[in-house]
């Protein structure tokens, strides 16, 4: 199944992520990728980085990184971070984990939404969920003597915030980081920020030139097929390899045709929603 066609089903749907299991919850994070692709090739048309050649040196300096931690993102995470930002109309490829956003004082942003009913409400800015196995999780921290759980006062901010501790789990469970652009926090204590670890980079690369994997990704496993999957393939191996990225022009015409075919498809999506 391609991209194009996944579009008009990619839809992340709502579950109840505490008792999933580790299967449910990969298929829930690798639809939202798909729908990622999907948005971008929708918004973004020939702005989408695909479609642009990018020097190694551009291609090191835009990385996408965690602002806290100056790590950039590699692989499949880096070229999908990057269609996020085209996506949703970011300059930069600056990302922040919300929970170090809240450490570093920052309040999320919200916009005004429209449900299908006309009626207004506060919506959240986008995220990307980035999935990880977790040995380990943090739990509210019960006080013995009331039996609920315990708080704490966050001297920087004033909040009240519940205190929790580790519990290690039995068996790995698949997690996710939520990892929202920089812009879209009031208050954030930006002289925190790191700068982007190019060291991490040039290891990286090393590590792959000396070890058996490629470190490319499988997105048939994922579902993303097509051309979008051959562009997302070559832009990830030239970025491992420290290349210059070039599209073939081929992939420029494929890329546009299957943007054109998103387009319409969630164009009709749009129009059927409202009753046309």
């Given amino acids: 199944m391609s991209v194009v066609k996944e579009a008009e089903t990619a839809v992340v749907e709502r579950m109840d992520w505490e008792k999933a299991t580790n299967a449910e919850r990969l298929e829930n994070v690798n639809k939202g990728k798909i729908s990622v692709i999907t948005h971008a090739m929708y918004a973004a ?67 005004k939404g429209v449900t299908k009913e006309g009626e207004s409400y506060e919506k959240k800015p986008p995220c990307y969920r ?19 759980p315990m708080t704490a006062v966050n001297e920087k901010t004033g909040r009240t915030y519940i205190v929790k501790e580790r519990v290690d789990l039995p068996e790995p469970k698949l997690q996710t980081k939520l990892l929202y652009h920089i812009s879209e926090f009031k208050g954030l204590d930006k002289s925190q920020f790191k700068e982007r670890d190019m060291n991490a980079i040039k290891n990286y690369r090393e590590k792959l030139a000396n070890g058996i994997s490629n470190g490319l990704p499988n997105l048939k496993r994922i579902g993303i097929e097509g051309v979008v999957a051959d562009s997302l393939i ?32 969630v164009q009709e999506k749009e129009n059927q929603g409202r009753g046309r």
């Fill in 45 to 111: 048309r020939d702005k989408l980085f695909l479609n642009q050649s990018m020097t190694q040196e551009k291609m090191d300096k835009t990385m996408p990184y965690d602002v806290t931690t100056g790590k950039p993102f590699m692989g499949l995470n880096n070229a999908l971070l990057r269609t996020f930002a085209n996506g949703n109309g970011y300059k930069s490829n600056d990302f922040i984990e919300i929970k170090d956003a809240w450490k570093l004082g920052g309040e999320l942003k919200t916009y």
């Fill in 234 to 265: 070559r832009f990830i191996n030239v970025q491992n390899k420290g290349q210059e990225y070039t599209p073939t022009q081929a992939h420029i015409n494929m890329i546009n045709k299957t943007q054109s075919q998103t387009q319409e498809k």
């Fill in 130 to 148: 980035l999935e990880y196995m977790a040995t380990w999780e943090l739990r509210n921290k019960i006080d013995p003597k009331t039996n609920e």
